[in-house]
Every structure is written in structure tokens, then in C-alpha cells.
């Protein structure tokens, strides 16, 4: 492992989970014990364990796993044509166990944190994190704490880790503050494990999208893979997937990675725009796309990279652009999502627009949680009710509604 | 295609969905153009359209997917243990596009639709149906159109619906007068197809699910399968499937079926018990697992034949112990259902303690649908909450809780 800040290297440890002498975010290098190989991994079960050669060596314990990758690349057709593309596809995350990508990289992360001999995980979230968390910590038999702010989560956020039966710890405190406890909790008792964005130890578990979308297309990486950005840590796992791919020979070239943040939560896109190479932190970030509602997003110098090293770039949309794509995948593509997940097609739209995607460019749009994470979102898409007296009323509106 | 009640035999055509001569059930018997083997369907993508041999011939359209099917059998290792199975196992059908099974039906029953010439789908239904007759008719570019009682749904059941652009009639009525205009309208309108439980083209997709299973468990069937029962298409639907896996030599033995109900609503297995051969209808079906909460089940004949020939068993079980069952789920296992899913691990328990299921047997319990289907029950599972006055508050309770 080797720190992204100061360089200081580490032999790979699961509980190195940000660097001993700098803070600094870590990187983890998979040397393969034997080569990888496409034939090789065709031979398992789909999903993120059967890539296993170029994740983390796991010696002692079974993968934690429920069930998790495997998504189904669809291909855009109705949304294509509008644009003009013939090889228009998305990653639909949200059909993973717990509804988002988070499971790639917790099925890792927590089958390390068994045998590193965990008896507890512990995160500050209230989104989708948590609720995957939740889950791998049950299937692990390991206790799930999930610490956050008192008072500005509705408890339905949580519903998932409540049924999961994680413990919820609330502080009277800033979600900043629900950080700190968990870090400090973790420092102090070796039987806790973090599960926090900077762990990367998920990025490993995440970046096998990249390699379940080159298997789909038959071997052959996209032009582009556009990604919403919230804590950013997404982006970057999947751009060192298509990496490894490429050390390791399994595809010629590289794609570009585009990065998508809200308008109102922003800090890498103002940034890239002004050719800066540190965000434009946010400190309250506001968008209806919650699960991308992040000022200060914590992997942002492997997203920096990222983007940088693929001849990539980074946009903003509005929040009626990412609502509007939003109900376009629904009604035109039978896709459900959540907003933020829906922010990858609006940059999309908008990068086609500027000229930076071209439409006879193979491109993947990553949408990273399902449509009932977020039900009042689903509901504000807007409905067409028609009242009927009777059944005689209705056989009127319905047959009359058939020639609409 | 054949009558269940009459015997009247019809060449198969997507818009014979009832019998003409006396409304009854029509089966469908697909002759296949070559002969299906594992070895052709294993070197296709994942998913129902992998089986094609048995499905119905689509000529002239492309099959409406959204990545339906391909969904993991999660062996159920620590619930396993409690019951003291060795092979236990859980079939997550919430992982489906529209987080249930229903998809696996429509995509086949939309697809056919299209290629007859539909404009519009249509259906009466307030869950988990309706969401998924939405998503596919968006994909396929029809209109689709929800009937509901006016009144009696909480529009939140029908967001999903809603963000899939369908339009909702609500027709000042009941559940059947909803039914009644469907039907009414269908048989005015030929523009118009319908989707409702007696489609027997849906069940052709739902059945795929015995043929995922077979391929999970390397080419052997289960002993057992355990499945939810409402309106009783689904366990029809996985028992055919079996039975035509048998009649092709692709498997050397049957499975046993057996049906789930919620006390409540238990007109099978209520009939079962005392040996009846026809259900006792219940008018005021009752239970918390809403997505099997059906008085009247439309394919009660069909499912009263697959119990029979297989030498199988109808049961019921308390709203309680369907609860229980889906916190057991989530908490040992981290996977998360929604109620009526629950009643199949509810079901198995009892059928264990009955000593008619023995823990030496493979079982596979199928469970049909999300738990984010059903936010309000997750709450319900029941939080464990904690309050921190501040930081070093929080770091006390999470150490403490660590060691508990």
C-alpha cells in the first residue's frame, strides 16, 4: 500500500485504512498470484468474487458475500436514438443487495474485516453506506454500529439499517462529529472496524465494474464511462480497474472517465473548470440528489488522477437536469433510479451538447442506486391521474387513453 | 394452449389469455424449435431470455429486457445452521429490475404483446404487478395504464408506477370493478393488452426461475421449494418449469412444491388441510404481507395441481412469524425482503417442525420481493437506538457496544 499524499509505502494490511504518518489517503496495489485471465474468470459465477485474482488475498475466512455484482449492462436503446448513439449502454447498479454499488466494495472490505478478526463495524452515514454495511455486517455475524447526527436524519433514511439490525448510535454533534467518534472509537478499541469512505479497501471490491463492463462488450473497454461524483471514490475504483485490465493485458486501450457532480455540491467540477488541482470545497452542499450531496469529498485526489491520467473530465448539472434525465430512463428506458444516479445521463446529455462526447463513441453511464431508495423522489416525478365514476367510465378513459 | 377448466385446446396466440369458451385458465405448452441442453443456454448472457428453447416463439420483435432474471441463489448458511440444514437456500428475486419477480413474467408477456401489435398495457393492480407492467411497457415504448380502486391506495404503493410514466385510473369502485373494466375495455379495444394474474404468458417467464435454480445447483433440482402464495401464479409458474426440465431429460427427478399463505388469507391452504379440492375463498383477505394479500387466487387450479403432482403441501402462517422471519433474514443472513417474501422461511420453519421438510434435504426458498418494497415494515423490524451526548460520549457507547 503507498500513501497518495506523502508516498510513505506499506505492506498491505486490512486495518491500514489511511496513512500512519500523514492521514493521507492510501492505495492499495493486488499483486495477482497467478496471472488473471478472461477464460479463467468466465468459468465462475458472475459476480465480484469470480475476479478474485486481482482483489485483495483473503486467507482464513469465505467472501462475505449476499449476492453482489453481476448487474446488468442495458443497452439505451430509445435514449440512443435521441442522441444519436448507436453503443449507448448503463451499469445499473441498483439492482445489487442492498439497492446500490456500495455492496462491490463491502463484500471486500467486511470479508478483510473478518479475518482481521473484527468484531464490530462502525460507520458515520446515513445513506447508502450504511444500509450496506448493515447488511454484510449481519451476513458476517459481525455487530453494525452506525453513528449519526441527532436530529437531521429521518429515521426512514435508516430503514434499511434498521432492519438489517444495526445499532444506531445518535450524537448531538455535526455529521463531522459523527466522523470523529467513529475514528476515534476505532483508534482506541482494535475490535472496531471503519467502514468510512476513505477506506480502500471498498475501491478494491468496486472497481470489478470495470471489469464486468469490458467482459459485457465482449472484451472491449468503452470510450467513455461517465460516473456521478459524490464522495468520489467511485470513480476513482473504477478507473484503476480499467488500469489493472490494462497491466495485465486484458484490454488494449484505456477509457475516458467523466466525472458528474451537482450544481449545488460541486467542488471537483468548479475546480476542473478553472484548471485547479484541488477542489473548490463546499461547506453546505445542497441538492435533491442525495446520495451526491458532499462538499468535501474525501477521495478527491484519486478522483483528481483518475480523470486526469484517462483525458477525462469532470461536469455539473442542475438539479431539474438530473430530475428530468431521471424520469428519461424511467419512461423511456424502463430504468429506475435514484436522483443522484440519474445525474450520469444529465452530464451526459450536457457533455454531448459541449462536443466533448461524440455520439459514435461507445459510452457507459454508471448508475449507482435503485429508484426506491428514494420513494418521494418517484412520486415528485409527476403522475397522470384520471378519476373514473364506474366501471363503465373507465372502460371510456382506458380505451380512449389506448389511442393517446 | 389449452383450457385448465374445460380441456378446449387453442393454437397458442398472445392475445388468447382466457379461454373463449368458458373463461377459464389457459396453459401454455411450448414445443421447442430445437432441443434445449445446459450447454447451449450456458454459453449465452444470464437471465430468462437464456432459455429460449422454452420459451414462446417472438418472431419480428426484439425481447423487451431490462435485465430481468440472473438473480442469486444465496445459500443461507447461518439460518442453515439454527435449522440444522445443510443445503438451504434462498432464490433473492428482489434483485430483479423492479425489485420483484413479476419481471420475469413481463418481459416474455410484453414481448408478445409488441410483436401483436399492442398499443397499450393495461392492468389492475396497486403493487408489485403494476410496477413492473410500468417498467416494461416503458421499455417497450407502449403506454401503460394502472386501474385502481379510488381511495383505497395509498398513492406511495403506485410511486414506482409513477416514475415510470404510466397513467392511474381511479375508478370510484372496488378491486374487482377495476378488473371488470379492464377486461371490458380490452375486449372493446384491441389496441389494448392485458397483464392481470390470469395471463398465462407471464408465467412462461416466471418459470425460468426453476431453471436458474437447477443451474445454480449444477444440474440437480432441490428437494424442496419453498414459495409465497397469493394469487398462486408463481408457484404454477416454477412448477412447470420444473416439470418441462424433467420431460426434456435435463433433470432426473422432481422437486416438491410447497405453497406459503398468510393466515389471513389462506384459501389454499385452508382447503388443503381438509383435504378440499377447490379453495376456501376468504372475501376479507387480511395480512400484514400485502404484495400475498388475496382472498380469491385466479390461479388457484393451477396451483393445486403442482402441489398434487408433487407430491407437495399447502400451509399457512401467522403475520408474527412472517415478521420474525424477515428480521431473521436480514439479521443472520443481511438480506432484506419484503413481508410476504418472509412467509416462504415462516413456511419452511413450520414444515420443519411438522417433520414433513427433514434438515437433510435441499431446500430452496423463493423469495419474491425487496424490502425496500416496504419501507414502513422495515422500520418495524425495530431499532436499536442509542444517544450521544457528544464525541467522546459517542466513542464511549460504540467501544461499549464493540464488546456487547
Redesign the interface.
Known amino acids: 500500500m503507498q500513501c497518495v499524499a506523502c508516498g510513505a509505502r506499506y505492506p498491505p494490511h486490512p486495518r491500514l485504512v489511511r496513512c500512519p504518518r500523514c492521514g493521507g489517503l492510501l492505495d492499495v496495489k493486488v499483486e495477482p498470484a497467478r496471472p488473471p485471465s478472461w477464460r479463467l474468470w468466465e468459468q465462475r459465477?458472475?459476480?465480484v468474487w469470480r475476479y478474485r485474482e486481482l482483489l485483495p488475498a483473503v486467507s482464513g475466512v469465505k467472501p462475505v458475500s449476499?449476492?453482489e455484482g453481476?448487474?446488468?449492462?442495458?443497452e439505451l436503446e430509445?435514449i440512443g436514438r435521441m442522441l444519436g448513439f448507436r453503443r449507448l449502454y448503463a451499469k445499473?447498479e441498483g439492482?445489487?443487495?442492498?439497492?446500490s454499488f456500495k455492496d462491490r466494495g463491502m463484500t471486500v472490505a467486511v470479508t478483510l474485516a473478518k479475518a482481521a478478526g473484527a468484531?464490530?463495524l462502525?460507520v458515520a452515514s446515513t445513506g447508502n453506506t450504511a444500509a450496506s454495511v448493515s447488511?454484510?455486517?449481519?451476513?458476517?455475524?459481525l455487530?453494525r454500529?452506525v453513528?449519526v447526527p441527532?436530529g437531521k436524519t429521518a429515521?426512514?433514511k435508516?430503514?434499511?439499517?434498521?432492519?438489517?439490525?444495526?445499532?444506531?448510535?445518535?450524537?448531538?454533534?455535526s455529521f463531522d462529529?459523527?466522523l470523529?467518534?467513529?475514528m476515534?472509537?476505532v483508534g482506541?478499541?482494535a475490535?472496531?472496524y471503519p467502514l468510512n469512505s476513505f477506506n480502500p479497501w471498498r475501491l478494491e471490491g468496486q472497481k470489478t465494474l470495470a471489469y464486468e463492463v469490458v467482459e459485457?462488450l465482449g472484451g472491449e473497454p468503452p470510450d467513455w464511462v461517465v460516473v456521478p461524483v459524490g464522495n468520489a471514490g467511485n470513480i476513482s475504483a473504477i478507473w484503476k480497474g480499467f488500469r489493472e485490465l490494462h497491466r495485465h493485458g486484458l484490454i488494449d486501450r484505456l477509457p475516458r472517465m467523466a466525472g458528474v457532480q451537482a450544481e449545488g455540491a460541486a467542488p471537483l467540477a468548479r475546480a476542473w473548470r478553472k484548471g485547479l488541482n484541488e477542489p473548490l470545497f463546499v461547506d453546505k452542499p445542497e441538492t435533491r440528489a442525495t446520495a451526491i450531496r458532499i462538499g468535501h469529498p474525501v477521495n478527491w485526489p484519486k478522483a483528481m488522477r483518475a480523470v486526469r491520467e484517462s483525458n477525462g473530465v469532470f461536469t455539473m448539472v442542475s438539479d431539474r437536469e438530473i430530475l428530468r434525465a431521471?424520469?428519461m430512463l424511467?419512461?423511456?428506458?424502463?430504468?429506475?433510479v435514484e436522483p443522484a444516479s440519474a445525474a450520469s445521463l444529465a452530464g451526459l446529455i450536457k457533455l454531448v451538447e459541449e462536443g466533448v462526447i461524440s455520439s459514435d463513441e461507445t459510452v457507459v453511464i454508471v448508475l449507482t442506486g435503485?429508484?426506491?431508495?428514494d420513494?418521494q423522489?418517484?412520486?415528485e416525478?409527476?403522475?397522470?391521474?384520471?378519476?373514473?365514476?364506474?366501471?363503465e367510465?373507465?372502460?371510456k378513459?382506458?380505451?380512449s387513453?389506448?389511442?393517446?
Do not use: F, W
Request: hydrophobic letters at 45%.
Open positions: 459465477r458472475p459476480g449476499i449476492g453481476a448487474t446488468p449492462l442495458v430509445n445499473n439492482q445489487n443487495p442492498t439497492g468484531r464490530a462502525v447488511a454484510y455486517g449481519a451476513r458476517a455475524g455487530r454500529i453513528v441527532r429515521l426512514g435508516l430503514a434499511q439499517s434498521v432492519l438489517y439490525g444495526a445499532d444506531i448510535v445518535e450524537i448531538e454533534g462529529d459523527a470523529r467518534a467513529v476515534e472509537a482506541r478499541d475490535r472496531l459485457a431521471q424520469a424511467a419512461r423511456l428506458e424502463g430504468v429506475a435503485h429508484g426506491l431508495k420513494p423522489a418517484m412520486l416525478a409527476g403522475a397522470r391521474r384520471y378519476v373514473a365514476a364506474g366501471v367510465d373507465a372502460v378513459l382506458v380505451t387513453l389506448a389511442g393517446g
